[in-house]
């Protein structure tokens, strides 16, 4: 992978501008502070490493060299985008699941921000801001998505089961053109986040629908519940065992299936 190679086979795209690096700390990191610079809209950080690859609160994302997709897409929302920005995880989640689905994969979000191919971790999904006083300038959109199986943590690491492409195809797509289909789709989905059809897509791809799962956060007490679907803004809803309904917001939360 190199700059002209990812400029080649994205230049049917209408992107902002792309930076590679053979070697990050983070792309997001990168992509903040170009954010807060002067990075156009659609604007791409690419890396081939991260040795600092994070997830949500500080986690660390596993990227060894030359095995998974890591990169980081800048977007500046527009007016009418601004008050649907809660949904930014789910365009990003539709934005991998989508392509996956079309390999012949069984692709589905574990809400917020992981996608899964048949119940393992595949793709994170990091979103960061850039504030300009009370109002979002710029999100950060880091998706990380494990290809060779050289990009799957051990076992023993991992909280919640991992796959990679490789695992799941015996012969992968290149990093190349798995980057490209992610961010066609983004750019297709873009255009319907204000819209009631988004929301109905999301939830369409959501694991564990209809089924029992536990909620997590180290704040609260573990909310147990049956999945039912998405609020407009993108938040959970469970209904408990007295068939009440709970809404589930982003934050530090982790879904689990109830074994
Ligand atoms: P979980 O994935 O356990 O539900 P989470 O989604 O809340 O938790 P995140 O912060 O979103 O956790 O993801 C970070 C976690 O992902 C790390 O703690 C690590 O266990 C796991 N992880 C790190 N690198 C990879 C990778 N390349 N593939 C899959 N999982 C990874
Ligand atoms: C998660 O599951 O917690 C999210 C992981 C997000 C990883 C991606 S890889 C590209 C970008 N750079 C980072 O440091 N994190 C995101």
Redesign the pocket.
């Known amino acids: 992978m190199n700059q002209n190679q990812i400029k080649k086979s994205l230049s049917k795209l209408t992107l902002g501008e792309i930076k590679y690096f053979d070697s990050i700390g983070s792309t997001n990191d990168e992509a903040l502070a170009w954010a807060a610079a002067d990075a156009p809209d659609l604007s791409i950080i690419i890396a081939d490493e991260q040795t600092a690859?994070r997830?949500?609160?500080d986690?660390?994302?596993?990227?060894p060299q030359g095995t998974?997709l890591a990169f980081s897409l800048i977007l500046r929302p527009s007016k009418e985008e601004k008050p649907h920005l809660a949904r930014t995880v789910g365009l990003a989640a539709l934005a991998v699941a989508e392509p996956l689905q079309k390999l012949g994969l069984p692709a589905q979000i574990?809400w917020p921000?992981?996608v899964l191919i048949a119940g393992r971790?595949?793709c994170?999904i990091?979103i960061e801001s850039v504030w300009s006083g009370e109002d979002v300038d710029c999100v950060v959109i880091g998706i990380?998505v494990?290809v060779l199986s050289g990009?799957?943590?051990p076992a023993e690491?991992?909280?919640?089961p991992?796959t990679s492409l490789e695992e799941e195809l015996s012969d992968p797509p290149e990093r190349l053109e798995i980057l490209h289909d992610i961010l066609d789709a983004l750019i297709n989905i873009r255009q319907k986040i204000t819209s009631d059809e988004f929301i109905s897509e999301w939830e369409n791809l959501l694991a564990f629908r209809g089924q029992l799962v536990q909620v997590e956060t180290n704040s609260a007490p573990t909310t147990v519940g049956s999945l039912t679907g998405l609020e407009s803004d993108g938040s959970l809803q469970l209904r408990n065992e007295h068939g009440e309904s709970i809404t589930v917001r982003f934050g530090?939360?982790?879904?689990?299936p109830l074994a």
């Open positions: 690859g997830g949500r609160l986690r660390k994302w596993f990227t998974a574990k921000n992981d971790k595949v994170g990091l990380g494990n990009s799957v943590p690491s991992l909280l919640f991992a530090d939360v982790r879904l689990r």
